[in-house]
């Protein structure tokens, strides 16, 4: 079974504050992904990475940054935290056309 | 450049009936096409896919969709509702030449009445 694991299942930070999201996959899959998911806005893709030290922007990249420095871990960072950026963070992997998901982590900046 | 509309944010149905969620697609090229499924508290988990083999996909838990070309359509169908499919559905289109990357609809959140 693929397994996708995020750090936190919820987060607290407050404005300003450099935030780190992580996520491992165990199954050596090389492209990876980083979402927000917002109500009625679906789901939105923030970065993604096909390689060790490849990433590329997706559609919102503004205010994130990431690193793949190891094939199974992608971070997510928000490099100073917004309240706009009260979301839930939802990483993937990918094999064969399916991506598999994290549970999500819920962040709340106040 | 691709898109996914889901008609309908809210759709209830009866435990017993037919379950149908909507899902149109805009491609320039032949697509992939996802239905994916979010309970509560939870990751997404995939229910099925076309990936331009047979039209008609059987997916997980009871679920089937069509892929009509005609009228760029992929909808979700299930004969009968179970409680346990009240959840987040969401149909996505596999971005051409982007390594995989989906593009995601907003979703429809399915209630089963009692």
């Known amino acids: 079974d693929v397994k996708v694991t995020q750090s936190s299942r919820y987060l607290v930070k407050r404005t300003g504050e450099k935030v780190f999201l992580e996520c491992v996959q165990d199954m050596d899959h090389e492209n990876m992904f980083w979402y927000r998911q917002d109500p009625g806005l679906g789901l939105r893709l923030i970065y993604f990475s096909y390689d060790v030290k490849m990433k590329e922007k997706g559609d919102i990249p503004e205010g994130y940054s990431v690193s793949r420095e190891k094939k199974e871990r992608f971070s997510l960072i928000l490099e100073s935290a917004s309240t706009n950026q009260t979301s839930m963070y939802l990483c993937?992997?990918?094999?064969?056309?399916?991506?598999?998901f994290g549970p999500g982590t819920r962040l709340t900046v106040l | 450049a691709q898109s996914v509309t889901q008609l309908g944010s809210h759709v209830s149905v009866s435990e017993g009936a037919l379950v149908l969620l909507r899902c149109n697609y805009s491609?320039?090229?032949?697509?992939?096409l996802f239905w994916y499924v979010q309970y509560p508290n939870q990751g997404l988990q995939l229910l099925l896919k076309y990936t331009s083999a047979a039209t008609l996909v059987k997916g997980i838990n009871g679920f089937e969709a069509e892929f009509k070309k005609s009228e760029t359509s992929f909808h979700l169908t299930k004969p009968s509702a179970h409680m346990s499919d009240a959840a987040e559905y969401f149909c996505?289109?596999?971005?051409?030449?982007?390594?995989?990357?989906?593009?995601f609809g907003k979703g429809t959140k399915l209630s089963v009445k009692p």
């Open positions: 491609s320039s090229v032949p697509p992939y």
């Open positions: 993937a992997s990918r094999r064969r056309n399916e991506q598999f």
């Open positions: 996505a289109v596999e971005r051409g030449g982007s390594q995989g990357n989906l593009i």
